[in-house]
């Protein structure tokens, strides 16, 4: 048992990685659905709370703590399944609670049952919230030798919760979990030693690390060695290659992945140009709250490139990436000429799309402000 999360990314500035506008090329002035002003899609780092937010369990529509009460979990079809990590799957946090405190005071003690525990104390999920609580029980499942108790414990070390910050404690962690192949722990060792690298066999070795985090399946650390093969950092430039690993943290659905190949497919930089699969996945992140993939489906459906030209559509996106506050005057300009019927429609259409929306990742600023002759130039042809 071991409670799946999304990928623990350390609060380091991705600037150590990317020059923003380097993902444009030299036709960066020109209209591409890339970002306006020449900005890259901004890689969301969520706060620590964030970091060890579970990926999937269903949340409960009662409050915390409430969800398992007079709901008894469906007997897991194997026998020997996870009944706690199966209850914290479904949102019953004080069944999984009872369940893995049950076998993290057994004899011997289930490490992954502790991690769970430090877990549910993290998020105050069927318990109160109570970080230092959490700390202890992350503790206790590093000591056993769980990996990913280890590296979740070193993001509380960094980060400073539910304990002191000791950033030499945090690294011998995510050494000590990367010996033993934890993906998240290499992947943020990466990132650290990144952003100390004085010299160039200092960043070769953190790409030799990151890549093995990619390899591992970490879509963070696949987004991230994309970067690096891109700008040859630690590693020597190679366009086709960056591409690749775009593709594979796009199909595990990382957002800025998902944007940047969609941007890559279109430019046709390092595969074939498609830009209905470009405009696909743009949709894929646009469903999923990105402002900068909503500004560049609103172009799209401006322009009838990858998709049928449908200004009702463009105008509808464009409402609500700059809700976000990424702001576009050639849309806003486009979005003028349209009748009153046609704005009604779109605006009934953003409504509603705009309903299904759950917390929306962050953009750059720099995207956010991008604007003037840039942004409203005219589409290459």
Do not use: C
Not at 150 to 167: H, I, N, W
């Amino acid at each position: 048992m071991s409670a799946t999360t999304p990928a623990a990314r350390l609060a380091l500035a991705l600037s150590l990685l990317v020059a923003p506008a380097a993902a444009l090329g030299a036709d960066a002035e020109k209209f591409s659905p890339l970002a306006p002003g020449g900005t890259k899609p901004y890689l969301p780092i969520p706060s620590f709370r964030d970091m060890m937010m579970p990926e999937g369990p269903a949340q409960p529509d009662k409050p915390q703590g409430e969800a398992a009460k007079g709901v008894q979990p469906e007997a897991p079809a194997d026998p020997n399944a996870d009944v706690a990590f199966g209850a914290f799957q479904r949102g019953l946090y004080q069944r999984a609670f009872e369940e893995a405190r049950r076998r993290a005071e057994a004899n011997p003690p289930d490490r992954a049952a502790m991690t769970l525990l430090g877990e549910l104390y993290a998020n105050g999920y069927g318990v109160p919230r109570k970080p230092e609580e959490a700390v202890r029980w992350y503790q206790r499942a590093a000591d056993a030798g769980d990996a990913r108790a280890m590296t979740t414990l070193a993001l509380a070390r960094l980060e400073g919760f539910g304990s002191k910050k000791d950033e030499a404690a945090a690294v011998a962690l995510l050494e000590k979990a990367g010996d033993k192949n934890e993906p998240e722990a290499l992947y943020n060792l990466a990132l650290i030693e990144l952003e100390r690298a004085n010299a160039p066999q200092q960043a070769v070795a953190a790409a030799r690390r990151m890549k093995r985090a990619a390899e591992l399946g970490e879509s963070a650390a696949q987004y991230a060695y994309a970067v690096l093969l891109r700008e040859g950092r630690g590693v020597e430039k190679d366009s086709s290659a960056s591409t690749e690993w775009l593709r594979r943290a796009a199909e595990q659905d990382d957002v800025a992945a998902l944007v940047e190949y969609a941007i890559a497919l279109f430019k046709g930089t390092g595969t074939v140009s498609n830009e209905a699969e470009a405009a696909r996945l743009f949709r894929r992140a646009a469903d999923r709250g990105n402002a900068i993939a909503q500004n560049r489906l609103a172009r799209l459906y401006a322009y009838g490139r990858g998709v049928d030209r449908d200004p009702v559509k463009a105008a509808a996106w464009h409402r609500l990436s700059a809700a976000q506050g990424l702001k576009d005057p050639w849309l806003e300009g486009f979005v003028g000429t349209l009748d009153e019927k046609d704005k009604a429609a779109a605006d009934a259409l953003s409504a509603r799309w705009g309903e299904r929306f759950g917390p929306i990742p962050r953009v750059s600023q720099a995207a956010m402000t991008a604007g003037g002759e840039t942004a409203a130039s005219a589409p290459k042809q």
